[in-house]
């Protein structure tokens, strides 16, 4: 079967060594598949979109980098949907060397490439989620958000963005490792008033849909009101294997999340609410 691409992209957060005054910065890369792509997997994809033999398609594509290296190799540059690309050299001669052949240790000659307009259109449509590197011991809690989004847009191309998380709405958590299962009475999602710790609010595995090791999807409890609270997952998933970790284990986010409209000034507290703790049936 041909390779299927789901235009998503994973990113890994690294503790940002370089700026040793701030302690709560990371640096991003793109955790990348675990093979690579060959030409064979292009041709193989390319024939599914055109419904054409694989062989076929595999044979022109052949051609065509042939045909593109050649024309660099040859002094032209190539403008393509897909890349750039400018032959290039460096080096230092003499004058005396001027006549006589290139030495090549000496003189490299390349390629120089950068994305092209369909690559850079791809790219801003891929969906985008964040991940601590290395990863943590048990679930992983990337941040939590409205379910709901509008398309918005960022830099010269449409892109959706999660609405204001309302109380009695749907929310989502994201991250790694999150799947809501295990025997132990602990395990489920724990909503934390930011500013009166006295007031939680429990949200069990069967009120949780779609329940997955990337995203956990819920109705807000309708206690929950406008201000800032904590999020904590406690789960004893232990990965796809189906076994689970003897103890639960728990992950909280280092800062509240906010409840209704965000503004400068922080969250939107409510005073009115009943104290004490709350469990969905």
């Given amino acids: 079967m041909a390779q299927q691409f789901t235009l998503d992209l994973n990113l890994k957060a690294y503790p940002n060594t370089l700026t040793t005054d701030v302690d709560d910065d990371y640096t991003v890369k793109v955790e990348t598949q675990s093979t690579s792509l060959t030409l064979d997997d292009i041709a193989d994809a390319t024939a599914d979109r055109l419904g054409e033999e694989p062989t076929k398609v595999l044979g022109a594509l052949k051609v065509a980098m042939e045909v593109m290296a050649d024309a660099v190799a040859s002094g032209f540059c190539i403008s393509t949907p897909f890349c750039y690309a400018q032959p290039m050299a460096s080096g230092v001669v003499m004058e005396s060397e001027l006549s006589l052949p290139v030495d090549r240790e000496r003189v490299k000659v390349y390629a120089s490439l950068r994305q092209g307009p369909v690559l850079a259109e791809a790219l801003g449509k891929a969906k985008l989620q964040l991940f601590l590197q290395p990863a943590a011991t048990g679930p992983y809690i ?13 830099g010269g191309v449409m892109t959706r963005v999660p609405l204001d998380m309302e109380p009695s709405e749907m929310a989502v958590i994201t991250g790694n490792g999150l799947k809501v ?39 807000l409890p309708a206690g929950v009101t406008e201000g800032e609270w904590l999020v904590k997952v406690t789960t004893q998933y232990a990965g796809s294997s189906g076994t689970l970790t003897k103890a639960p284990r728990s992950f909280e986010l280092p800062r509240p999340v906010t409840i209704g409209a965000v503004t400068d000034g922080g969250s939107t507290g409510d005073d009115d609410e009943d104290d004490g703790n709350h469990q969905l049936g």
């Fill in 142 to 154: 990337a941040g939590m958000t409205s379910a709901f989004s509008q398309e918005v847009e960022q």
């Fill in 181 to 219: 299962v295990g025997s132990d009475p602990s395990v489920g999602i724990t909503l934390t008033k930011a500013d009166d710790p006295d007031t939680t609010f429990f949200i069990p595995a069967a009120k949780i849909s779609p329940n997955t090791p990337k995203k956990l999807q819920f109705s």
